[in-house]
Structures are given as C-alpha cells and as structure tokens.
C-alpha cells in the first residue's frame, strides 16, 4: 500500500506541474508556416545585404529553414529554391 501511495503521489505531482499536452506540442503545419516565414524573412534580408558573401549566407539559412520541412510538405517553388 505504501508503494502505491507513492506511486500515485509521483504521478500527482508530474500531472500538476507539467504543462499540458497543448502547450508542449504545435500542430505541425503551424511550425512548417513558421519555417516558411522565417525562409521568406531571410530571402528579404538577402535582396538587401551589402556584399555577395552576406547574400551568400542570407541565401543558406533560408535553405537551412525550408529543409526542415518534410519533402511532401513542400511546394514546388520551395524546392527549386533548394536546388538552385
């Protein structure tokens, strides 16, 4: 009995200070959108960065984001984008 007082008293404890479910988890789309924005946000500051190496790196961290969303996910411009 005692084992299972502490076993339930574990459990309490986990069930009410950890945060719930939906706030642990987005729904995926709403992270892909997020990536996108970020690409789409990084794309900008390239068209307007000073020298070809700062355009260079602007260009890889758009990549970099646009990769992080699943191949099926993506659209067709996003990966011509990625194989230029």
């Not at 706030?23 to 390239?46: F, G, H, S, V």
Request: some cysteine.
């Amino acid at each position: 009995m005692v084992m299972l007082g502490g076993i339930q008293g574990a459990w309490h404890y986990k069930l009410k200070y950890l945060p719930r479910l939906g706030q642990l988890c987005e729904p995926t789309m709403d992270k892909w959108e997020k990536y996108r924005a970020n690409a789409a946000k990084c794309e900008r500051q390239a068209t307007i960065s000073a020298t070809e190496a700062e355009r260079g790196d602007w260009l890889r961290i758009a990549k970099a984001w646009l990769k992080l969303i699943p191949s099926y996910a993506r659209t067709g411009e996003e990966d011509a984008f990625l194989s230029r």
